[in-house]
């Protein structure tokens, strides 16, 4: 039996000079990840997402972060899902910064739950950080909106989704 | 039948002592690069750092990283200049234990500055020698890496048993 492929690209964006992509074309996957390799032109501003349009959440998030001399946790509802922590992104020319996003059971009845790995090493400050928020809705997820709040998506920008089947 | 996402690139299992292993000759063809890791070294301790170089850089230039380190009971914050990437288990830690680790590297083949994220843990079923590592690091370097070394931070080396992969991820 020839196996079927189990982790396959879905979808790539490179945004520039805008604040939002959507990806909204995705189904028979069991999980789903999103690598995220961003900055921001001339304003800096932070690396969100959201899922079904949901502007209002509350997204539960606990935080857990380092930012190079003390270590800290903490937990709140906001009404999106900080791909960087709740912090902004950078608007250095050449540097950008990574967040990778697991989303389980996107399609699922349950309530949905994202890890985050956020790596935001600036050469003088930025913060490591792991991040796990739950969206409270049993509705499955069928669209995903990375944006930022700040200035626009700065050439070079990349997400890539992809999807996970289970056996 | 359409190309694999994760391609198996190079796989190291080492038999001795090494001070450092070098994946090279890396095909500029992939979107990212992971690297798993299962190591262990000859440091006298529980537990020794492991560093991340470049396209055969014999110093630590253009490197740097910031990371938060849970030991047993306590957590901590710190930044580095050089491109640590994980924690490894050691000549003290508990015998037949071996760190893991995942090292992921965006836009490895780009012509802009590189990061990068890794995570590590350090498990021996001790009540004090218990570690878990996340790094963010930086290449500040516009040049496409096409070779990566892996080496300790004290001049020690990796003991037989650790094993090193990398995989190729596409986005397409």
Redesign the interface.
């Known amino acids: 039996m020839a196996a079927g492929?189990t982790?396959?690209?879905i979808a790539?964006s490179s945004p520039s000079g805008t604040t939002t992509v959507t990806f909204n074309s995705f189904s028979g996957y069991t999980d789903l990840v999103i690598?995220a390799?961003a900055k921001n032109d001339t304003t800096a501003g932070q690396l969100l997402m959201r899922f079904n349009g949901d502007t209002t959440g509350p997204y539960s998030r606990t935080l857990?972060?380092?930012?190079?001399?003390?270590?800290s946790s903490s937990r709140s509802a906001p009404n999106t899902i900080g791909l960087t922590g709740g912090v902004s992104m950078v608007t250095t020319a050449?540097?950008?910064?990574?967040a990778?996003a697991n989303i389980f059971s996107y399609a699922g009845s349950t309530n949905k739950t994202v890890l985050v790995?956020?790596?935001?090493?600036?050469?003088?400050s930025?913060?490591?950080?792991?991040y796990v928020y739950l969206w409270p809705s049993t509705s499955a997820i069928t669209s995903i909106e990375i944006y930022t709040n700040g200035g626009n998506f700065s050439a070079?920008t990349?997400f890539?989704l992809?999807g996970i089947k289970a056996a | 039948m359409?190309s694999?996402?994760?391609v198996a690139l190079a796989k190291t299992v080492l038999t001795g002592t090494q001070a450092e292993i070098t994946f090279s000759s890396i095909p500029s063809t992939y979107?990212?690069l992971l690297i798993l890791a299962s190591t262990r070294s000859n440091r006298v301790s529980t537990v020794g750092f492991v560093k991340i170089r470049f396209n055969g850089a014999t110093a630590d230039t253009n490197l740097?990283?910031?990371?938060?380190?849970?030991g047993n009971s306590t957590?901590?914050?710190?930044?580095e200049s050089y491109g640590q990437v994980g924690i490894s288990d050691a000549a003290n830690s508990g015998a037949n234990t071996f760190a893991s680790f995942e090292i992921?590297l965006?836009?490895y083949a780009?012509?802009?500055?590189k990061?990068?994220?890794s995570?590590s843990a350090s498990e021996d079923n001790s009540t004090s020698n218990t570690y878990i590592q996340?790094?963010?690091?930086?290449l500040?370097s516009?040049t496409a890496i096409s070779s990566i070394t892996l080496l300790l931070n004290n001049s020690d080396s990796f003991v037989s048993g650790s094993r090193f992969d990398l995989y190729g991820i596409?986005?397409?």
């Not at chain 1, 857990?64 to 270590?71: K, V």
């Not at chain 1, 050449?94 to 990574?98: E, G, K």
């Not at chain 2, 740097?64 to 849970?70: E, H, S």
């Open positions: 492929a982790y396959e690209p790539t690598i390799v857990l972060i380092g930012d190079g001399s003390t270590a050449d540097t950008f910064i990574m990778k790995e956020h790596s935001q090493d600036l050469n003088g930025g913060r490591v950080g792991r070079g990349r890539t992809y | 359409p694999p996402t994760y979107t990212d740097t990283a910031r990371f938060m380190y849970g957590v901590t914050s710190s930044t992921y965006p836009n780009g012509s802009t500055a990061p990068i994220s995570t996340a790094t963010a690091s930086l500040n516009t596409k986005n397409s």
